[in-house]
């Protein structure tokens, strides 16, 4: 097996050299070059080179591989036809890998072998041998293919109407997610910032001990610290000084506790700054500048807390104004200072209060910047709150809100609104203030885009404030396009999802005001403002829905916002709002409108109908009253009618019936509207089934009365379109339509009388609309309006109606009696084709009418008619055709109408004009019409005959049929008939073309025609030799008897002429007369037909030149046929006539015996017996054919011997006896009988030969034939005993009495010597009467001794006795012939054969029948009866005359609703009347500061001056430790101040201490630092007049120790303080319960020193 393996391997691998040797060398043994073929690539594989390959080894192994892969493609296609959708993989996978096969099918060696084996096969074939491919395009992947062709396939979808509500609830799903996450991640924040506050609190306690930050402060009792002057100013407020020693003495009791704490403060600073290394010079530097700060401090303080306290009196307004208090407010309110920050917010607060002051803060450029600063450095919640409240204050002084707009008041609201969320209702006041303005500023785009990013978030409160504002924005005209730039719309949507009724509504109106800016109205719609109307439209609010229906009804007055607004749910919304509030005209009006202008939009009123507006339309149309709303409603309705697709739906809504309700409205606009409805729904087919079944023509009909024309005209128009309806014609007669309709085209306005006359032409469908139209008056109208119209379109409708009248015979005579025949003379004059066919017309039905033929015909129209055949157009031929028809009916006009025009325009018609059958037809039946004896002559000059035949060549059947009698016709007169014959094309269309038509009436007339002609002896002969013998000959074969007849006669009276016989001969005339003849009845019906046939025959066979054609042997056996099976009596002699001379020079006369000529001789001798005198004519033919036949030879004659020539023979004997010549051609035949051979003459020798002879004997000119033949069968002892009788006896004794020859002698001597053998005739010849002895004895006195010796032997026969045995001489007569050879005497047995006259074959006479062609010819022309035909109605003409295109669009025709309802509106003014608004009044009533609240503390000037001191340090970044011990004392400060308010510490415990009011049981005065245990400050009292006590000292301040200020304040005061507190406005009495004092180390913390 290895080595097997091994072999065979080494086997395949030679093979395997073989084969690339082979291939290798193929582009050497041929030129592959020029065969070499483009290779296609298939792109499932994309390698032509493993294609080829696969193909080459598919085909060796007998494996059909493109079978395989059409099969696979095949069962793909299927599965993919089955199952467009799904793509089948597997079988896609299958068919790539069959694709990418590349082994080899069968095994090498097979290849190899096929290789060679089809090598000589393949030397012809065209191979791609050397693998060069063109590379083509590559098509797109099937896959590829097959997704395009799904997404073609895929069927358009609607809007889901739903679509936008999921939007929406996705939306807000996915908004609540996102708030979700936000508030959770501020919530980990603050949780984050609280324990980070905790941390450093816990961090500053151990660190810092307050002992070591807070020195001991003593006061500075002797001024020395810095001047006081201001401060004394203050001081001198101070009334009560028992309430200042009160607190000084308190405030001494703990300045042991602080100033150890500031003790320890020290400690520890200064070991953290030995530990840093630092000099003891750098600090005493440091505190020589905190002294410095401390004493400016303490002044800016006491300035701020002045200020603030002066601006709370009202009275102090314009003092504080002019004096410079709002720069100085701006200034300290920089210091970085906590309290003084405060009191400057304080400040801003109540001198934003008053109107003097807040336009001085607004006129003092740095104001706003600076309380932008505040806000931004600051978390304190009483700055915040008191700078929002300024802020609203100053939003509220009207005309400067650009100014603080541009100061950049807006980005100050919203920071603070992101510092304190609690504030934004506040801070969006300030923002809606801004808005309420009349002009527009400068910046006013940054509050629309803070109220765009506010509206987003927040309180419904404060979604509600926004959307005010932008209402109010919303009335600028100049910045509603920002608006809608900036967001405005989607804002909206945010705004007024989920929100009250009062938020729906400012944003209803905000939709309302943005689009009355006609520049914004498509940038709304492309931002979703429509799906926000439609959101609002659920509502049941009458205000929102007013304006979501004006905005919709703005926007749709954009024709690009039309797709929006349908696909968006604009209609939907409109609809909902039309169902809701229907009857209240703010809400139904601008509904209505845009309704209207949506409809007005041709490419969307499907659409619209589709989403539901039908409802809407119908609702407002039942419901509302009023008339703005009716009339829009109306105009949408009849723009949406415009489109065909959408009468169903509105159909199916009633709406026919609610428009026939309105047509019963008082006003006129109203009624016109429903015209227009009315119109539209008649436009269409399948609607107008519904008006006329709704009853909705009465309605039109009422309205077609109104004094509108533009309602008439609609209503004329409509009645038009509705006159379509042919179903429903009978149930709008019944309704009134055709009085209607006449009445209006009474009309003035031309397309209404266009409209009117079109449906009339329409309406005269039947004889009884017809009728209804004439009694209506309507001819009178229409004639006026057809010859007086002032423009040419109202003629052409008017013409059309007494066209289409004309079809009617009822209304013919009425029309012409009522002026139609002018009128319609005058329309034909005008320039349109379509006018002169509908005359025309009119002229073909009026000459119907015979009554007035008459007076068409007096009147021109003839020559009208003629003219107007000049046009291109088939039908007016017709028409034309049609008219002259009628016309040429009158048989007293035919004259005029030929001469008129009439022949020339059918001839012009029929042969060069027109190319439609029916045209010609009707031309022919006119030309007949018009051919009498009056106008022959005139028709035959315009070229009749020519015309007719060329007519007849390119016609039907009914044109060949007319033509024809035409031509017939022509053959009565003389004229035409020279005419016809002298032109050859005519004869041969006649002959050729009419005679072989299929139409056998055709055929009959033809050939009559032609017989005619033939008949006529003076044009006989160009008529037959044009070939007329063809149609004759075929008229013979017709079945119609006189056809046949008159064909027959014809054709034998053609016989008068030898070449015309010729010509008869030569074809297959006889053989069809043979035919006919044989296949005629044999009654005698047929007997006329019957014996012309014979004659011709008789004439064609004895004419010599046209016997020659005559002599065929197919002709002759037809003949014997012919007297076989159909022999009639009369015409045997014709036939034996025939016969006879058609055996005349007969070639071949035994043919003719063959034929068995002698049996139809026979028949016709036994049927000519009785036959009368035809019966010696039949009898004399037979003898001269027996004698033609005779010369045929020996043959010939035996077969006439034995075929009854003899009885023939003897019938002629004795008949014919006085017939010489028949006689001797009887004797002659004897005389062959006898003389032709033994057998003839043994076979004739019976009685019929005796009674010939015995006759013939007595014809002188056959004594000598009858002599030799009688001798010759006496001398013969087999003949003689036939001849053994008297009257042979007597025909001797009659020769011998006559003068003879001697040859008759001698022949004579013969026969009597043969009678002298008879025994019986011996006796009774000797005797008398016949003395045979005196004849002998007579003949024997001749001369001649062969006579003598016979008459001795015929004597010596008879005197010898009768009973010898033999005669005498016999022996001796044998013995001499026998020994001797010789006879012994004279006498001989020998005749004498004279000469036989030859038969006569040349000139022979005429037979009878030729003696009748002479007779009159035309006794047998037969011309058919004329009949006029009338040329019929032309019909209704054309189509009725499509009116003018009225305009159904009625949006172009009427006012904008829109701008109607815009006309009303001003700009800049708000719809909603919003006014500026104050600060909210929980906010205004927060954070108030009271005369206790300016009291300020001993040691406020040193915690002032160590803040100022570590700011300082802080701000010059001099060490670390600075920054460490500050933001170690913040966190101290912090944890102090919620230990000292544990109320907060779970809210805002990461804020900084503020100011807070007494309601949240906070106090200005915790915030300073004041306590119980304290020395107080001075009280700051606002009220200068009610201090009487006398003004205390101020302290020295210095930078280390706060000044104490011994302020005494009477309790008695505290009443009056809270009455001038009530009588501010914006201040109110605080609360003074006081909380738990705070420690000094919490003191230090609120006055700010780590802050």
């Not at 016969?1139 to 070639?1147: A, E, N, W």
């Not at 015996?1153 to 009368?1172: A, D, Q, R, V």
Request: charged residues 20%.
């Amino acid at each position: 097996m290895e080595e097997g393996n091994d072999g065979s391997k080494a086997k395949v691998g030679d093979d395997i050299k073989k084969f690339k040797r082979y291939r290798m060398s193929l582009d050497t043994n041929w030129n592959w070059q020029k065969k070499k073929l483009g290779c296609r690539i298939r792109p499932e594989n994309g390698n032509p080179a493993k294609d080829a390959l696969r193909e080459v080894f598919a085909e060796l192994g007998g494996v059909d591989l493109n079978k395989i892969l059409e099969d696979m493609r095949k069962g793909k296609k299927e599965k993919e036809a089955a199952n467009k959708v799904l793509v089948d993989h597997d079988g896609e996978k299958t068919f790539k890998e069959i694709l990418g096969r590349a082994r080899v099918f069968g095994a090498s060696q097979l290849a190899l072998e096929s290789l060679d084996k089809e090598e000589n096969k393949k030397l012809h074939v065209t191979q791609n041998i050397m693998q060069q491919f063109a590379v083509l395009p590559k098509s797109p992947p099937r896959r590829v293919m097959l997704e395009i062709q799904r997404e073609r396939s895929k069927p358009l979808r609607l809007p889901d109407q739903d679509f936008q509500k999921m939007q929406t609830e996705k939306m807000e799903k996915q908004r609540a997610r996102q708030r979700a996450l936000r508030m959770a991640a501020m919530e980990q924040t603050a949780l984050d910032k609280e324990k980070q506050n905790n941390a450093t609190a816990e961090f500053a306690k151990t660190m810092l001990d307050p002992s070591t930050v807070l020195r001991s402060y003593g006061g500075d009792l002797f001024s020395s610290g810095g001047e006081y002057l201001e401060g004394m100013l203050y001081l001198s407020r101070m009334a009560d000084s028992t309430l200042k020693s009160h607190r000084m003495n308190t405030g001494m009791s703990d300045a042991s506790d602080a100033k150890e704490i500031q003790d320890q403060i020290a400690i520890e600073i200064e070991k953290k700054s030995e530990r840093d290394n630092k000099t003891n010079d750098v600090d005493e530097q440091a505190a020589q500048a905190n002294s410095e700060v401390s004493q400016d401090t303490n002044a800016k303080l006491t300035c701020a807390a002045s200020l603030c306290n002066w601006s709370r009196n009202p009275a102090n307004a314009s003092r504080l104004a002019s004096e410079g208090a709002v720069r100085a407010i701006n200034q300290l309110a920089l210091e970085p200072v906590h309290s003084i920050t405060m009191y400057c917010a304080a400040a801003y607060r109540h001198m934003s209060e008053h109107l003097e002051l807040a336009t001085a803060m607004i006129d003092e450029i740095k104001t706003i910047s600076t309380i932008s600063e505040m806000v931004s450095s600051t978390n304190d919640e009483f700055i915040a709150y008191n700078l929002a409240i300024a802020l609203v204050n100053l939003t509220r002084v009207n005309g400067k809100e650009g100014v603080i707009v541009d100061g950049a008041i807006v980005l100050v609201l919203m920071n603070l609104i992101l510092l304190k969320p609690e504030l934004g209702a506040t801070c969006v006041r300030g923002l809606y203030n801004l808005t309420c303005v009349d002009i527009t500023y400068t910046s006013i785009e940054r509050v629309i885009r803070a109220l765009v990013s506010l509206s987003l978030s927040g309180t419904s409160s404060v979604k509600h404030l926004c959307a005010a504002a932008l209402c109010n924005l919303s009335d600028l005209k100049s910045v509603r396009a920002r608006m809608v730039e900036e967001g405005a719309i989607n804002v909206l949507s945010t705004l007024s999802r989920g929100a009250e009724t009062r938020t729906r509504r400012v944003c209803a109106v905000i939709l309302q005001n943005l689009s009355a800016a006609r520049s914004v109205r498509v940038e709304m719609a492309s931002r979703s403002s429509v799906s926000v109307a439609y959101a609002l439209s659920s509502d049941q609010d009458p205000i929102i829905l007013r304006c979501i229906g004006l905005t919709l009804s703005r926007l749709a007055m954009e024709p690009t916002n039309c797709q929006k607004i349908i696909h968006e749910s604009g209609v939907a919304a409109l609809g909902s709002i039309a169902v809701k509030y229907p009857t209240i005209p703010g809400i139904s009006q601008p509904v209505a409108s845009a309704f209207q202008l949506l409809s007005s939009n041709q490419s969307f009123r499907v659409n619209i109908v589709n989403e539901g507006s039908v409802t809407a339309i119908a609702s407002l149309l039942r419901s509302s009253v009023d008339m703005f709303t009716l009339q829009h409603s109306l105009l949408a309705l009849c723009n949406l009618l415009c489109e065909a697709e959408n009468h169903l739906p509105i159909i199916q809504q009633g709406l026919i019936l609610t428009l026939i309700s309105m047509c019963d409205h008082d006003n006129d606009l109203i009624k016109d509207f429903c015209s227009l409805a009315f119109l539209n729904l008649s436009c269409a087919e399948d609607s107008r089934k519904h008006l006329v079944n709704a009853g909705a023509v009465v309605a039109i009909i009422n309205i077609a009365t109104q004094n509108s024309a533009v309602t008439k005209k609609r209503c004329a128009a409509t009645l038009c379109n509705l006159s379509y309806y042919t179903a429903g014609m009978a149930r709008m007669v019944s309704d009134g339509i055709i009085p209607s309709i006449v009445q209006l085209v009474t009309a003035k306005d031309t397309s209404t009388v266009h409209y009117s006359c079109a449906a009339l032409c329409r309406l005269c469908c039947t004889v009884e609309n017809s009728r209804l139209i004439l009694e209506s008056g309507a001819v009178p109208n229409l004639v006026t309006g057809a010859r007086e119209a002032s423009d040419q379109a109202t003629k052409q409708f008017c013409g059309a109606v007494l066209s289409s009248l004309s079809y009617y015979e009822s209304c013919r005579v009425t029309l012409c009696e009522m002026g139609a025949i002018a009128a319609l003379k005058g329309l034909a004059e005008l320039n349109d084709e379509t006018t002169k066919q509908r005359c025309l017309v009119a002229f073909a039905n009026l000459s119907c009418e015979v009554s007035v033929q008459v007076s068409m015909i007096k009147e021109g129209v003839v020559s009208i008619i003629a003219e107007l055949a000049n046009s291109l157009k088939e039908v007016t031929y017709i028409c034309c055709a049609k008219a002259i028809c009628n016309l040429a009916c009158n048989a007293d006009t035919k004259l005029s109408v030929a001469t008129d025009g009439g022949v020339h325009a059918l001839l012009m018609i029929s042969m060069v004009q027109s190319v439609d059958p029916l045209t010609k037809l009707l031309c022919v039946i006119g030309l007949n019409n018009l051919l009498d004896h009056t106008t022959i002559h005139f028709m035959l000059e315009e070229g009749l005959i020519g015309s007719i035949a060329n007519l007849s060549k390119v016609g039907g059947a009914h044109i060949s049929m007319l033509s024809a009698k035409i031509f017939n016709h022509l053959t009565q007169f003389d004229t035409a008939r020279h005419k016809m014959v002298e032109r050859k094309a005519v004869l041969t269309t006649l002959y050729k073309l009419l005679c072989e038509s299929t139409t056998a009436e055709t055929q009959v007339i033809a050939i009559r025609t032609v017989c005619n002609l033939v008949l006529d002896p003076h044009v006989r002969g160009q008529a037959i030799l044009a070939g007329a013998f063809g149609p004759l000959e075929k008229g013979i074969e017709m079945d119609d008897r006189y056809t046949v007849m008159q064909c027959l006669v014809s054709l034998f009276w053609s016989c008068n002429d030898a070449k015309f016989m010729e010509l008869m001969s030569k074809g297959t005339i006889p053989s069809t007369l043979l035919h006919f003849a044989s296949h005629l009845p044999k009654s005698n019906s047929s007997d006329e037909e019957y014996n012309y046939v014979v004659k011709i025959l008789v004439m064609l066979a004895w004419e010599e030149r046209s016997r020659l054609f005559m002599q065929k042997r197919e002709l002759v056996e037809h003949i014997f046929v012919l007297i076989d099976e159909n022999l009639k009596a009369d015409a045997i002699h014709w036939l034996a006539i025939t016969l006879r001379f058609l055996v005349l020079g007969y070639t071949d006369l035994p043919e003719l015996l063959h034929l068995k000529i002698l049996p139809t001789m026979m028949k016709l001798f036994e049927k000519s017996i009785g036959n009368g005198p035809s019966s010696l004519i039949t009898i004399k033919s037979l003898v001269h054919i027996l004698r033609t036949l005779s010369h045929g030879g020996e043959a010939c004659v035996s077969e006439l011997v034995t075929g009854g020539a003899l009885t023939i023979l003897r019938r002629a004997a004795e008949t014919c006896a006085d017939d010489s010549d028949i006689m001797y051609e009887v004797a002659a035949l004897m005389y062959l009988f006898v003389t032709n051979s033994f057998s003839s003459k043994l076979c004739s020798a019976t009685a019929d030969s005796s009674r010939i002879l015995s006759v013939l004997g007595f014809h002188p000119n056959c004594f000598e034939l009858v002599a030799v033949t009688m001798g010759m069968y006496l001398m013969d002892p087999k003949c003689r005993q036939a001849f053994a009788n008297e009257a042979i006896a007597k025909v001797v004794m009659q020769i011998m009495e006559t003068k003879y020859s001697e040859s008759t002698a001698s022949n004579l001597v013969l026969a009597i010597y043969g009678f002298s053998k008879i025994n019986s005739c011996r006796e009774f010849l000797m005797a008398a009467p016949f003395q045979i002895d005196r004849v002998i004895n007579k003949l024997s006195l001749l001369e001649s001794p062969r006579i003598r010796a016979n008459c001795a032997r015929a004597y010596k026969n008879f005197n010898s006795d009768l009973n010898e045995a033999i005669e005498e001489g016999a022996v001796a007569s044998l013995i001499a012939m026998s020994l001797e050879g010789k006879l012994k005497n004279q006498s001989s047995d020998e005749f004498l054969h004279p000469d036989v006259i030859p038969q006569k074959d040349r000139n022979l006479p005429a037979p009878a029948c030729s003696g009748e062609i002479s007779a009159n010819p035309t006794e047998a022309q037969w011309f058919e009866k004329v009949k006029v035909t009338n040329g019929g109605a032309a019909g209704k003409g054309p189509d009725p005359p499509e009116p003018p295109a009225t305009s159904i669009d009625g949006s172009s025709e009427y006012p904008n609703m829109a701008e109607e309802l815009d006309a009303g509106e001003i700009e800049g003014k708000t719809k909603m009347a919003f006014a500026k608004m104050q600060v909210p009044q929980n906010v205004k009533e927060s954070h108030l500061l009271s005369d206790t609240d300016f009291m300020l503390n001993a040691d406020r000037d040193r915690d002032d001056a160590s803040a100022n001191e570590s700011a300082l340090e802080t701000d010059e970044g001099e060490s670390v430790d600075e920054e460490a011990k500050e933001a170690i004392a913040a966190q101290l400060a912090a944890q102090d101040s919620m230990s000292s308010h544990p109320s907060k510490q779970g809210s805002r415990g990461e804020r900084a201490p503020s100011f807070r009011s007494r309601s949240r049981n906070n106090s200005f005065r915790a915030s300073l630092g004041n306590s119980r245990s304290a020395s107080k400050a001075n009280l700051l009292s606002g009220n200068n007049s009610e201090s009487d006590s006398p003004r205390p000292t101020l302290a020295p301040l210095d930078g280390n120790h706060s000044p104490d200020m011994p302020l005494a304040v009477k309790k008695d005061k505290k009443k009056t303080h809270q009455s001038q507190s009530s009588n501010n406005p914006t201040l109110k009495p605080i609360n003074h319960n006081r909380d738990k004092e705070p420690t000094m180390a919490e003191q230090a913390a609120r006055l700010g020193l780590f802050t």
